[in-house]
């Protein structure tokens, strides 16, 4: 059985809302892919009542503009701000940047549960401090009456490769107890799914670094990465995107390797969302009464 995302959680519930908006996006990472994921998605945000936020502190440099989405005369500026002017003069719509590291405090108070039938969070960064900057937004404390969006309500779409492989990855909950029937079985769907960090928490761990690290344009420079990776990654992900904007989303994960020539998708299913939890199926999908 193929299970469909319920981003709302009240269609799940059996419930109807009108929402102000149909999405709240936060872009974390302006760079490799986040440059060319930021055009894809405001071209699937045309004609929807949608937000859309850039978060980068990086500035453009000289070897960003061969191999990303800039060009010689914004060297020198940021990253966040010259892909908000120019996506915003391209497609006529505000578009909101910030050159700030992220920080939940300051950048999800966007998101509200109550206004956008969508709250979505995409993370196209390299390093683990920044997906732990992320993955905090998910986590909303006990009481914790000054955010506009309850526990579960903000979804997390990580963007991750290697130098010609890559994984994206979705979900909206940090903790394993939070997945106890996120499964509706007799109306076919799924109103949570493990975080990034919780189907990988490799991702949260620095690696040991003996060199400076490279960024995605220098990485390409020395073999490290392929020229064509980010595109890629960006192209997949614009795809998960298009599919919670249309309420047709089956995926919680893509891996593909081009080098092999491969693409996984690996569906929304109670049995590996148990098995990443650590919890028992009925746990996560509880059964019908008299199934």
Request: proline share 5%; glycine share 10%; net charge negative.
């Amino acid at each position: 059985m193929a299970y469909r995302i319920d981003t709302s959680g009240s269609e799940a519930e059996g419930q109807s809302f009108r929402y102000e908006r149909e999405a709240t996006v936060v872009l974390v990472g302006c760079g490799g892919t986040g440059g060319f994921l930021a055009e894809a998605v405001c071209r699937l945000l045309i004609g929807r009542k949608s937000q859309l936020y850039l978060v980068d502190m990086d500035r453009v440099e000289t070897h960003n503009v061969a191999r990303q989405a800039f060009d010689r005369s914004e060297v020198g500026h940021f990253k966040a701000e010259v892909l908000a002017r120019r996506l915003s003069r391209r497609f006529g719509r505000e578009i909101g940047y910030s050159v700030l590291p992220y920080d939940r405090e300051l950048h999800a108070q966007v998101f509200d549960r109550h206004r956008s039938r969508i709250n979505l969070i995409i993370g196209c960064v390299d390093n683990a401090a920044a997906r732990r900057a992320i993955a905090e937004t998910l986590k909303v404390p006990i009481g914790g009456h000054s955010y506009p969006y309850a526990e579960g309500s903000v979804w997390w779409l990580d963007c991750g490769n290697g130098r010609n492989s890559g994984q994206i990855l979705l979900g909206n909950v940090t903790r394993p107890e939070e997945l106890r029937g996120a499964f509706v079985p007799q109306s076919g769907l799924c109103r949570a799914l493990p975080a990034p960090s919780l189907q990988r928490p490799d991702l949260l761990e620095a690696p040991p670094a003996p060199e400076p690290r490279l960024d995605c344009a220098e990485a390409v420079a020395e073999g490290d990465q392929g020229a064509s990776i980010n595109q890629v990654v960006a192209a997949i992900a614009a795809s998960f995107v298009e599919k919670l904007l249309t309420g047709t989303c089956t995926w919680m994960a893509s891996y593909f390797d081009l080098d092999d020539g491969t693409l996984r998708c690996m569906e929304v299913d109670p049995k590996t969302v148990a098995s990443i939890a650590g919890l028992h199926t009925n746990a996560i999908a509880p059964p019908t009464k008299g199934g």
